[in-house]
T-cell receptor, first 115, second 110 residues
């Protein structure tokens, strides 16, 4: 596709359930980022994938969060045993090369509500 | 100390005035700096990038960089109500990763 695609766009889940959020980056973009944004807050870095290098997981808030990127393309962010504080917009972004802010594009986000 | 810091605001300016948005960063070796605009409920979009000390102008926007002071700013001249949004500063660190500030909410009042 022409842009970064995320699914689902909206997800309401019960506390304690697991959720999977998907990101399909722009074709050819080697870097992929996951951020979290709570209502009215800034972007909170979660995880960063760059090519075949080991991902930078330093932003994951707890071991309930994990992410993988298959074949250097599609990425899945998994949240296990969801809590109400996990409610936020989860934004995926990709860039042509590492840290290239000129070519970074964001998806529309996955709005997660934990009830 | 956060790597990239911004005043959360809101910064309120009257229409036609100059809006000044500021950002400080902690990694001295950072070389690339970016400003993004995020409308409510939307994703961030790039406004400007700056790499060298001094000013860079693009239309009504001017980015200013002072590496010695670890400070980057964005000036918006002739502010319009349509400029009302959250402005995010981002810095490319030594690990080639973009780190975002918390954003400053700008309100331009007619």
């Amino acid at each position: 596709g022409a842009g970064v695609s995320q699914s689902p766009s909206n997800k309401v889940t019960e506390k304690g359930k697991d959720v999977e959020l998907r990101c399909d980056p722009i074709s050819g973009h080697t870097a992929l980022y996951w951020y979290r944004q709570s209502l009215g807050q800034g972007l909170e870095f979660l995880i960063y994938f760059q090519g075949n290098s080991a991902p930078d997981k330093s932003g994951l808030p707890s071991d309930r969060f994990s992410a993988e990127r298959t074949g250097g393309s599609v990425s899945t962010l998994t949240i296990q045993r969801t809590q109400q504080e996990d409610s936020a917009v989860y934004l995926c972004a990709s860039s042509l090369s590492p840290g290239d802010g000129n070519t970074i594009y964001f998806g529309e986000g996955s709005w997660l509500t934990v009830v | 100390q956060k790597e990239v810091e911004q005043n959360s605001g809101p910064l309120s300016v009257p229409e036609g005035a100059i809006a000044s948005l500021n950002c400080t960063y902690s990694d001295r070796v950072s070389q690339s700096f970016f400003w993004y605009r995020q409308y409510s409920g939307k994703s961030p979009e790039l406004i400007m990038s700056i790499y060298s000390n001094g000013d860079k102008e693009d239309g009504r926007f001017t980015a200013q960089l002072n590496k010695a002071s670890q400070y980057v700013s964005l000036l918006i001249r002739d502010s319009q109500p349509s400029d009302s949004a959250t402005y995010l500063c981002a810095v490319r660190n030594a690990g080639n990763m973009l780190t975002f500030g918390g954003g400053t909410r700008l309100m331009v009042k007619p």
